[in-house]
T-cell receptor, first 113, second 114 residues
């Protein structure tokens, strides 16, 4: 069966510090990968998606970036965090061709102070 | 993708069937109806999807009206663990490269009452 891991579960970072969140998927090959953010009391916002190694599409211009160094690894980064980057970050995967059915990880709750 | 309208909140007694409505009057012929739920502090969970026929799986049933302008998600025997925000999403096709977005609205907050 497939599983998706995210870490860390929670993170408190000062403004201006860097960020690196990691997501890995097990039990499938060549998945589509997604990064979402959910601000407090708000809906989910798609940040990035990837259909393959090194292929990243950005949905929202911001100070965040994403990379996919390996088939089942997706990394969300920032060089300098802003207060507005606080939120619940979720990684998800889907099979290629079945993008409507996405499976989400447990999420990382980021607080920027 | 078509817009959906859901009630903001609903209550349901434990053990009873929970019926969650969704209106999608502008749905196109090639758009599917997907349902997800999000339990507090967890990631969303896929529940079920359908095109025009009613669908059932181990979690729920999906009833889509003949004109496809609305649908109902049915949780047959609600438990306290079903308390969550339920999202109805209409999306083009099973495969549509270049349009990967799942647009989550505000959903319905379902509370199961003991």
């Amino acid at each position: 069966s497939q599983t998706i891991h995210q870490w860390p579960a929670t993170l408190v970072q000062p403004v201006g510090s860097p960020l690196s969140l990691e997501c890995t998927v097990e039990g499938t090959s060549n998945p589509n990968l997604y990064w979402y953010r959910q601000a407090a009391g708000r809906g989910l916002q798609l940040l990035f998606y990837s259909v393959g190694i090194g292929q990243i599409s950005s949905e929202v211009p911001q100070n965040l970036s994403a990379s996919r160094p390996q088939d089942r690894q997706f990394i969300l980064s920032s060089k300098k965090l802003l207060l507005s980057d606080s939120g619940f970050y979720l990684c998800a995967w889907s099979l290629s061709g079945r993008e409507g059915t996405q499976y989400f990880g447990p999420g990382t709750r980021l607080t920027v102070l | 993708d078509a817009k959906t309208t859901q009630p903001t909140s609903m209550d349901c007694a434990e053990g009873r069937a929970a019926n969650l409505p969704c209106n999608h009057s502008t749905i196109s012929g090639n758009e599917y109806v997907y349902w997800y739920r999000q339990i507090h502090s967890q990631g969303p969970q896929y529940i079920i999807h359908g095109l025009k026929n009613n669908e059932t799986n181990e979690m729920a049933s999906l009833i889509i009206t003949e004109d496809r302008k609305s649908s109902t998600l049915i949780l047959p025997h609600a438990t306290l663990r079903d308390t969550a925000v339920y999202y109805c999403i209409v999306r083009v096709g099973l495969s549509n490269f270049g349009n990967e977005k799942l647009t989550f609205g505000t959903g319905t907050r379902l509370t199961i009452i003991p």
